[in-house]
């Protein structure tokens, strides 16, 4: 029931929205073919009541409280192909309710829809894991494709300096990831991840039909190697890492006129540990470059970080802290 909380600001909320769900899961194995088969169906109900006071802007009148019933359906295969491989494959239609925020707004920057409609659609993905346990060296490499074909798809467009929230009739969404973890005697340890995204806008509109959705780059990377558990005095534990996290050019809207530049940060931080007390001090600094950060006009992202982190944990948990 979103409000409000500015001094002298009406009294009557711009809506309210009452909300349940629930499912069933199964899981059916057969040790012959080495795969489970896993189907879901879950259901997802909503009464929407939406006021719309004078002072929201481009909302028009008050409209009559909406029900919306949205079921979604999932099947899963997951099969073990060998001790090391393993396959997998989902198939499902899903459906996502407008967000509160997303209906009603901020009452600042992010204007609100009242008149958005739930998004719906088919995905499915099809992925492989690949995992090397050895005593000194451990490998994990991962693999997926996968597509969404979306009606009514909600996204954010730029309107003057405000962002607000729209359906697309049509969209696709074809994309491809890979991630690999490398771990060398529990001392060094790389992860690097990338995902390439091809969101394509398939809504009958001629200035944007077939353009890449906007706020969806194409391409994402991150890389992080660190050293980690390493002995220092006693039984403390010290580490050092670094990071990289690029991103390909980007449009802030739907006729793909305005571009946002291709952009790299980079990170870096380090820790001391005191296993045997629970304690780890961590410090970590992003952005060393202070790269200017926009996603949306208006709304830049902070430049150089710097963050100090203590965190004490449990004899029961902070074995984590050493792996």
Do not use: C
């Not at 739930?118 to 494709?145: F, H």
């Not at 530049?261 to 870096?268: K, S």
């Not at 001090?281 to 992003?286: F, G, K, M, T």
């Amino acid at each position: 029931d979103p409000s409000s909380a500015l001094p002298g600001a009406a009294s009557i909320p711009p809506g309210s929205r009452v909300s349940g769900a629930g499912g069933v899961e199964a899981r059916m194995v057969t040790q012959t073919l080495h795969l489970a088969v896993i189907p879901s169906l879950r259901l997802e109900a909503a009464k929407d009541t939406i006021t719309r006071p004078e002072r929201y802007r481009l909302m028009g009148a008050d409209s009559q409280p909406t029900t919306y019933w949205l079921p979604n359906a999932r099947l899963a295969l997951v099969q073990w192909a060998s001790e090391r491989l393993t396959l997998r494959a989902n198939l499902g239609r899903y459906g996502r309710l407008p967000s509160t925020i997303e209906r009603y707004g901020n009452t600042g920057q992010l204007l609100g829809n009242p008149n958005l409609v739930p998004e719906s659609g088919t995905n499915a993905d099809v992925g492989a894991n690949w995992t090397r346990k050895g005593e000194r060296l451990r490998l994990s490499l991962d693999g997926a494709l996968f597509s969404t074909w979306a009606r009514d798809l909600i996204a954010f467009r730029q309107v003057g300096t405000y962002m607000r929230p729209g359906n697309v009739g049509r969209a696709r969404i074809l994309g491809a990831e890979a991630s690999a973890t490398i771990d060398w005697r529990r001392r060094f340890r790389f992860v690097g991840q990338t995902t390439l995204t091809d969101a394509r806008d398939l809504e009958e509109v001629s200035g944007s039909y077939g353009k890449q959705l906007p706020h969806r780059p194409r391409l994402r990377a991150y890389a992080r190697p660190e050293l980690r558990n390493l002995a220092l005095a006693g039984r403390w534990r010290w580490g050092l890492y670094a990071d990289l996290d690029a991103t390909s050019g980007n449009y802030l809207d739907s006729s793909n006129l305005v571009e946002v530049n291709p952009r790299v940060l980079f990170g870096a931080g380090g820790q001391v540990s005191a296993p045997h007390w629970g304690l780890r001090l961590v410090a970590s600094a992003q952005n060393l470059a202070n790269t200017p950060v926009v996603d949306f006009t208006g709304y830049p992202l902070p430049g150089r970080s710097v963050f100090l982190t203590l965190q004490w944990s449990t004899p029961d948990t902070n074995k984590e802290i050493l792996e």
